[in-house]
């Protein structure tokens, strides 16, 4: 069954069935701390790396082989010594610590199964706190009345679907509820190549999409996890808008648009090879790369050039969707472009899995049919409801301004106060705090950066590590974060700067080999060494984020093809 709908219609499909909505959700509908129940447990599966529960060396060794167990982020582990898709390798003295078995929460905070209390800095999918009364409340409500009511028109599916396009602009009209954001991708990539008749893909090096399997070929961030992996010969990738490492930086007035001529240049190399570009796909403040916000002209000018190439934009909210940034209640807006295509994820649901798409009627008309038997459920949209509700009534857009601002403040201070903190940057509650050797060479300190967080672990705060070179201190939180919580996680992360300080002389703050174990335990060594120095006159750097560089400075950013 085919299911859209618009402002101003009643969703309806083929042979007038009414619209259903679906995505089979790959990703996990637990908490990322939630206990592993065996290590053949099959959808465990995770964007992040999860503190393992077990002090049984011989099960902890098979739960980290546990390919359900991988995950795309960093997050407070329990062994060290382990070469395993968890990121732990090479770490036994420094990173032993006591496992993590989180029980329940409610709103920014998590309890282990000892009562302890941690402040949660880095789950996101809990948008509006875990738990959150009403959001229960709603669930076990409708849950009591109708679950699924597929093939029957749904007076509660269209509530939403009206109220979740109702936050978009124009031409943006038409829906399709799914169950995750992997799914989202995957139809928004159909309706892109449905429409254009093409199936190229220009994607940003790191980048990352999804789990299924066009996703994983459009997510360069997998690539080098994937033993003897080939990219695609229709997927091109083109340079992350890096402007603290990469090769135009924020000295540099033109970045933006330099960058976005990167892009352009991606797209006229696969022209030469005869390919026509179907979408570009991106997230707005490109999270899980590591948190790199664009000036308006990078997204201005690529809109404009991937449309006079006859390609659709893609704009990935899985991360920054529903207010999170602050100033918006999607990221895009806070460029002044409109993508042709919107995919929503994890927020939508607050933990229950939910995603959409949602685009123009002119690119919908080309999908054909659609049919979903879980997107759009009357739970779903129920539960969908409440967090928009939630939204509205508790003020969480301005409050992450709010909070975000006064956070970001703290952490320009503890900049300017500490030489490893290389780097501080986003909006609102979606943070990326670059950990580096010293300001000056800005060489990655992913081991340093790996201490950090489990140091924060210890004193009842969780963050995670993302980022290509696993340097970057993840900071998104539910979105009832606090100015009082902010200022504990400032407090907290200064005392810990401060603490290792003395010690950085004793840990290999260089980039180390990250291995990745594949099930017949065949590994792949990724090494980065830094070719060339970075100087750099700082000009009120912590403030203003102006340099002058100098001009024999290489691209750190190899080739990620």
């Given amino acids: 069954m085919d299911f859209t709908s618009d402002n101003s219609s009643t969703p309806s499909g083929n042979n007038g069935f009414p619209a259903l909505h679906s995505d089979i959700n790959l990703e996990p509908t637990i908490p990322p701390w939630s206990r592993i129940a065996a290590p053949s447990a099959t959808n465990n599966c995770s964007l992040h790396e999860l503190p393992v529960p077990s002090s049984s060396t011989s099960e902890l060794d098979s739960l980290l082989e546990d390919p359900n167990n991988s995950c795309m982020h960093q997050l407070p582990v329990t062994n060290g010594d382990k070469l395993s898709n968890n990121g732990g390798q090479d770490m036994v003295d420094m990173f032993n610590r006591a496992p993590l078995r989180i029980t329940r929460a409610i709103k920014q905070y998590m309890y282990d199964d000892n009562g302890v209390e941690f402040l949660d800095c880095v789950n996101g999918t809990a948008h509006v706190g875990h738990c959150h009364p009403q959001v229960v409340s709603t669930g076990q409500s409708q849950m009591a009345k109708l679950v699924t009511a597929q093939g029957f028109v749904s007076d509660i599916l269209k509530k939403y679907v009206k109220q979740l396009v109702e936050t978009l602009p124009e031409p943006l009209s038409v829906c399709y509820l799914t169950n995750s954001g992997s799914e989202a991708n995957d139809l928004a990539l159909r309706l892109a190549t449905s429409y254009t008749e093409r199936e190229d893909v220009v994607v940003v090096e790191d980048g990352y999409h999804g789990n299924l399997g066009i996703l994983v070929d459009i997510s360069p961030k997998m690539h080098s996890k994937i033993p003897g992996y080939n990219k695609k010969d229709n997927v091109h990738i083109t340079k992350l808008p890096d ?57 201005k000018h690529v809109y404009k050039t991937v449309r006079e190439h006859g390609g659709l934009v893609i704009a ?20 002044e472009v409109v993508p042709d295509i919107v995919t929503i994820g994890k927020p939508l649901g607050n933990g229950h899995p939910m995603g959409a798409v949602v685009c123009s009627r002119e690119v919908s008309d080309k999908l054909g049919g659609y049919f979903s038997t879980f997107g759009g459920n009357p739970v779903s949209c129920a539960i969908g409801l409440s967090v928009f509700e939630i939204i509205k009534n508790e003020k969480l857009v301005s409050s992450a301004k709010m909070v975000g601002r006064h956070l970001y403040k703290s952490l320009q201070e503890l900049q300017s106060k500490h030489r490893c903190l290389g780097d501080v940057r986003g909006a609102g509650l979606v943070q990326g705090l670059e950990i580096v050797n010293n300001k000056e060479e800005r060489i990655p300190a992913a081991n340093l950066a790996t201490e950090i967080m489990y140091e924060l672990k210890m004193k009842q705060v969780l963050v995670g590590i993302t ?11 539910p979105m009832c974060f606090t100015i009082e919580n902010s200022r504990r996680f400032a407090k907290c992360f200064d005392e810990v700067l401060a603490s290792l300080e003395p010690r950085t002389s004793s840990i290999d703050v260089r980039p180390r080999s990250v291995i990745v174990t594949n099930k017949a335990g065949s590994k792949r060594s990724i090494i980065e060494n830094p070719k060339s120095r970075v100087l750099i006159e700082l000009d009120n750097l912590n403030d203003s984020k102006k340099g002058r560089i100098s001009e024999n400075e290489e691209d750190h950013y190899g080739d990620m093809d």
Wanted: aromatic letters at 14%; glycine letters at 12%.
């Fill in 316 to 335: 990935d909210e899985v991360q920054t969707g529903l207010g999170r940034t602050g100033n918006h209640m999607w990221g895009f807006m806070n460029y």
């Fill in 243 to 299: 402007q603290f490492r990469g090769k135009y930086r924020y000295g540099d007035e033109d970045a933006g648009l330099k960058y976005a001529r990167e892009v352009e240049k991606t797209i006229l190399l696969a022209e030469a090879k005869g390919r026509k570009i179907a979408a570009f796909i991106c997230e707005p403040m490109f999270v899980i790369p590591g948190v790199f916000p664009t000036p308006p002209s990078y997204f």
């Fill in 467 to 477: 980022g290509r070179d696993k340097n970057v201190i993840l900071f998104t939180p």
